[in-house]
């Protein structure tokens, strides 16, 4: 089964889908480190230089290569932005949701998003927050440590029966 996380940029989806992928022995996948390969660009360079709608299209065609069986998935933060993309995404989809001040924090020490050049988090955030919401399976909250997260995915998984 596939498990996709998906939430705001800075919310943890990649560091949770690395550690969820090694404890369930699932292989790990970056979809925005798939479209870099396949376009031999950056994600920031794909912005700069060809736009969001043309990200968003390479969004898309990477989740229609996404292989059949156990993997876990980070999705990129606007992956919700296409209606389309939630059908793509056979399996389990996962909403890291995370306090909006945890994530202010967090994205002060890391690289700057395309997204976050041009809007406010706060912006981003409430543009996509039901777009998240209506997209989950599940809404687990990341605003502890990664470890009691994965747990309580792993938690979700045995009380569902998915293990």
């Known amino acids: 089964m596939n498990i996709y996380l998906i ?7 990649t560091t949770i889908a690395r550690y969820l992928a090694k404890d369930l022995n699932y ?6 480190g798939m479209i870099e390969k396949d ?6 360079d794909i912005f700069e230089k060809h736009g ?5 299209k390479l969004e898309t ?52 998003r395309p997204l976050l050049k041009k809007k406010s988090l706060d912006t981003l955030y ?4 039901l777009k998240y919401v209506s997209f989950a399976d599940v809404i687990i909250s990341n605003d502890g440590t990664i470890q009691e997260t994965v747990q309580k995915i792993m938690d979700h998984l045995k009380k569902e029966d998915l293990l």
């Open 39 to 44: 376009a031999l660009m950056f994600i920031d």
């Open 61 to 112: 065609k990477a989740l229609m290569k996404l292989p059949e069986g156990d993997h876990v998935i980070s999705c990129g933060g606007g992956i919700v932005t296409k209606k389309e993309n939630k059908a793509l995404m056979k399996g389990l989809k996962i909403y890291v949701d995370t306090d909006i001040e945890i994530i202010r924090v967090r994205l002060e020490n890391d690289y700057q």
């Open 52 to 56: 969001e709608e043309t990200f968003r």
């Open 126 to 129: 409430n543009e996509r927050y």
């Open 7 to 13: 939430g705001m940029p800075g919310c943890g989806k």
């Open 27 to 32: 292989t790990y996948i970056d979809l925005d």
